[in-house]
């Protein structure tokens, strides 16, 4: 059995990853000021957040074509491979996945496995990374998915915002009624919800300074209950400095926790908004 592992632009994984572990990367559209931008492909991370300070309109994102991921299908089929997963963005926040079904019935080469990955950036990248080298192993696609249900059940996240405004614009944001009358003053704590795993506002707090406290508090609650190592990231929307200093301070206080730092590209920046930082882990694989 040859597997290959194909995966979305918002998994954000760095070129070298991607090239050393053989991934197939389909950027996710995004729409700005009427102008389409491929993710990764022709507008850089740094250049959308230029833009889009000066841009008319809220940004949208879209979907890749139904014929664009069956021909990436159909060229992998030709490669060889004869199955392929494909794990991509949570489907609470994209039609990706339940499209990707009705594409898989019609590449006829290879049989394609769509896996919803419940989650986005990084944290979906360490998915697909886990993926990649057990299929490059020689691993069924079995044995694949079954770690991707273990290692995807250990995922958790909190976004800090400045406001709420795109991920209402955009229907991202399911409790969006109960925080709208303060969003203006207030910097809400976003996650990703255990059962519905829909984006949701999870407390208002009235400080960037509170709410980051908060959020570790949040963090150093979750770990003690587990038995496993963490494999956390420091993920920022244009804020490198920020993250770096949270990174580090993080680490001091966890010095147990392996730490990174990641970003939020174009296609998740135009639903978080600019300066949005979050911190996002998983059980580490590495250190297990």
Do not use: C
């Not at 890749?64 to 489907?91: C, F, K, N, R, W």
């Not at 594409?103 to 993926?131: C, F, R, W």
């Amino acid at each position: 059995m040859k597997i290959a592992v194909v995966t979305d632009s918002t998994a954000y994984l760095p070129q070298q990853l991607i090239d050393e572990n053989n991934i197939t990367v389909v950027p996710i559209p995004v729409i700005l000021d009427g102008q389409t931008y491929n993710e990764g492909v022709d507008i850089s991370t740094a250049d959308f957040y230029a833009k889009l300070r000066h841009s008319k309109a809220f940004p949208s994102t879209a979907q890749p074509s139904l014929g664009q991921m069956v021909a990436v299908y159909e060229h992998l089929g030709d490669q060889g491979y004869d199955t392929v997963i494909s794990i991509h963005l949570a489907s609470t926040i994209s039609g990706l996945v339940d499209n990707l079904k009705n594409a898989a019935k019609l590449v006829k080469n290879t049989h394609v496995i769509p896996y919803d990955s419940q989650i986005t950036v990084m944290l979906m990248g360490e998915l697909v990374l886990t993926a990649a080298k057990m299929a490059n192993s020689g691993k069924t696609a079995d044995q694949i998915l079954a770690r991707l249900d273990a290692l995807r059940a250990t995922t958790n996240e909190y976004f800090i915002v400045n406001d709420l405004q795109n991920l209402v614009r955009g229907g991202r944001l399911s409790n969006a009624s109960a925080f709208l009358g303060s969003m203006l003053r207030i910097k809400p704590i976003l996650t990703f919800d255990d059962q519905s795993h829909k984006i949701v506002a999870f407390e208002k707090i009235r400080s960037i300074k509170k709410a980051y406290a908060r959020v570790e508090e949040l963090f150093a609650q979750a770990i003690k209950q587990v038995d496993y190592p963490i494999h956390a990231f420091v993920i920022h929307a244009n804020d490198q400095q920020a993250a770096v200093k949270w990174q580090e301070e993080l680490q001091e206080k966890f010095p147990q926790v392996r730490f990174d730092i990641s970003y939020f590209g174009p296609v998740i920046g135009t639903h978080l908004g600019e300066k949005a930082i979050a911190i996002g882990w998983l059980k580490d694989e590495k250190n297990n």
